[in-house]
């Protein structure tokens, strides 16, 4: 198999050849990017580099080992493959070109019509490749990712027992904000007490599945 | 109407086992990008509060928001999506008609003063006072204005409540405008699609069930977690695109094959839905995987802009800069240091995996 540099002066190559032939006269191509692969690294087996092009701006996967290209072969074209990387969970896409066998992308940017130079591109591949390679960008390190922590924070602001004591009570509440009133979640002796708990990395003390499922009313199964 | 059951009292009642109730739960937070832990905290606000009380309007419309709502493919299936929320007025779907069905707006307008949610389906004309959208021998507008002058927040169901759609569509003889143009003083959230997608519709409906907020939205006031990246990013002709490889007739070889439908007129590329990921009729297909581009039916303004065979030359004319949430406010072009690292993080955020955090 290829080292990871051999490996980024094929895809170059292979791309610029696309990009002469099938891709001339698309009218969606930035003049102002060429071709070029920004900082290869060996990851898991593979080579992980990203790929500037007139036309898109992606991650490349190529396997580096024969174990892998074993592996690649083996996945249906068009099919996604997660991959945990430090900054998080990457849905990469299953892809084969003749003279580069199989290969997963993952795209940051298509159309680049929006980078005015080479420089920019490379910048941002660059600035990509680093951030991809980030633990603190994890969501699952409970530092980053909106969708976390808005639900996060509207489990303390979320309150039950306020739109349970009556209709109209909760009419003030400002829907988009969820640092309004925070009264106290009623105790429920049956009931896991999730409304209180904080951000869902401390949770935990939560109760077993089965716990869950026989803590409150039996299952009544078969019905439906 | 005088006590709201809660949403898991009414599972329980047709007979829905508790089996089935907690994996909804967990499907339904995976699919908002929710991270597991919070399923059971789902699961606790359904069992625990009233239901939300939805009005749900219909202005000049198709119906296919409603279609596509009850044919929601979650394990709970149709019948009990409606019994997520209180539907209390839905003119397709209530038994209710008549002047009984009118005083139901009425009365929902008063008791749950601040507390209903309105849903949108279709949007009001204006043209000729109202007249081409008639409801109870009154213009769709002055209902729409009723009742949404005491709801807590509004939601636009399909492109014609988010964007005008095709009756907005030039020269819009009617006058037919979208929610957010007539009403201003309400928090609006966007599902645009024509129609939307079910498992999407339903997701924001169970989001405002259970943390009584709207989910966080985009510059133009859609959910983000459906609506942050375009059908082409995760599209799986995607590699065909990269490589060049596009159909240039209607069942030529490389349609058969497969490759990219760009050349046909596909408007996959400026296109912000969750199509090529959550798919459709419970994740079986969807219009790129039938052969056929993508129209971009959840874009502002879709029918304006050119045949659907036509191809996407100009980026720019389907405003690309205005959609993109967060490139867009570094938008005119990326130049310095600072704003391409901002842009290449920014877009590793969106490419990153939403659906929920294992």
């Known amino acids: 198999m290829p080292d990871a540099p051999a490996a980024a002066e094929e895809l170059e190559r292979v791309f610029r050849r696309i990009h002469e032939t099938r891709m001339d006269g698309v009218p969606i191509l930035n003049p102002q990017l060429q071709v ?11 080579s992980l580099a990203v790929l500037v ?16 290209a074993a592996a690649f072969a083996a996945l249906p074209l068009g099919t996604k493959q997660l991959h945990r990387l430090p900054a998080g969970r990457f849905e990469f896409i299953v892809g084969e070109e003749a003279d580069l ?22 910048l941002a591949a660059a600035a990509a490749l680093e951030a991809l390679f980030d633990a603190s960008l994890d969501p699952a390190s409970g530092a980053d990712e909106p969708a976390r922590t808005d639900a ?73 | 109407m005088t006590e709201i059951e809660t949403f898991y009292d009414v599972l329980r009642r047709q007979g829905i086992s508790r089996r089935s109730f907690l994996k909804f739960c967990s499907l339904t937070a995976a699919s908002l990008g929710l991270a597991p832990e919070l399923a059971p905290q789902m699961a606790y606000a359904l069992e625990t509060k009233p239901r939300t009380p939805v009005l749900w309007l219909h202005g000049l419309e198709c119906t296919c928001c ?25 003119d397709t779907i209530m038994a209710a008609a008549g002047h009984q069905a009118e005083a139901i707006v009425d009365e929902i307008v008063e008791k749950y003063k601040g507390n209903y ?29 009723k009742a949404a002058s005491n709801c807590k927040a509004i939601i636009s169901w399909g492109s014609c409540a988010s964007w005008g759609c095709v009756q907005a569509a030039r020269p819009n003889p009617t006058q037919a405008v979208p929610i957010h143009k007539v009403i201003r003083d309400k928090p609006i959230i966007k599902v645009p699609g024509c129609p939307p997608i079910p498992e999407v519709m339903t997701a924001v409906i169970t989001y405002i069930a259970t943390f009584e907020k709207l989910p966080e939205l ?77 129209i971009g039916c959840s874009e502002d303004g ?55 955090n294992a």
């Not at chain 1, 009133?181 to 401390?202: D, I, K, V």
């Not at chain 2, 409606?82 to 539907?87: Q, Y």
């Not at chain 2, 690292?341 to 659906?355: M, N, P």
């Open chain 2, 66 to 90: 409603s279609e596509a709502f009850i044919r929601s493919a979650h394990p709970l299936a149709s019948d009990v999506i409606l019994s997520m929320i209180s539907l209390d007025y839905d």
């Open chain 1, 36 to 46: 070029e692969v920004v900082g290869v690294r060996s990851w898991n087996g593979c």
């Open chain 1, 101 to 122: 066998g199989r290969y997963e992308m993952c795209s940051l940017f298509s159309p680049v019509l929006e980078f005015e130079s080479q420089e920019a591109a490379r």
């Open chain 2, 218 to 294: 985009d510059r133009q006031g859609r959910p983000k977690m459906f609506y942050s990246q375009r059908i082409h990013d995760k599209c799986y002709r995607r590699p065909h695109f990269d490589a060049g490889q596009f159909v240039e007739a209607w069942d030529d070889d490389s349609a058969r094959k497969g490759y990219c439908l760009y050349k046909m007129g596909c408007k996959g590329p400026t296109t912000y839905n969750a199509c090529s990921t959550t798919r459709w009729n419970g994740g079986v297909s969807f219009p790129i995987q039938s052969g056929h581009g993508c």
């Open chain 2, 117 to 145: 949610i309105l849903a949108c389906e279709g949007n009001p004309p204006l043209n000729e006072d109202g007249m081409y959208c008639i409801i109870g021998g009154k213009p769709y507008l002055d209902q729409l204005k």
């Open chain 1, 152 to 224: 996060a924070r509207s489990v303390d602001g979320t309150t039950p027992a306020a739109s349970a004591a009556g209709e109209n009570d909760v009419g003030d509440r400002d829907l988009t904000s969820s640092a309004t009133r925070h009264p106290e979640l009623p105790p429920s002796p049956t009931a896991p007490q999730m409304g209180e708990r904080g951000a869902a990395s401390s949770l935990p003390a939560l109760p077993s599945r089965r716990g869950f499922l026989t803590g409150r009313l039996q299952p009544r199964e078969g019905s439906r």
């Open chain 2, 302 to 356: 879709f029918w304006d802009n050119g045949g659907f065979y036509n191809r996407l030359t100009n980026i720019h004319q389907f405003g690309i800069e205005a959609n993109a949430d967060d490139i867009g406010k570094t938008a005119a072009g990326v130049v310095g240091a600072a704003v391409a690292a901002h842009a290449a993080v920014s877009a590793l955020k969106r490419a990153r995996d939403k659906g929920g």
């Open chain 1, 53 to 68: 092009t007139p036309w898109f701006i992606n991650l490349m996967l190529l396997p580096a080992t024969v174990e892998q």
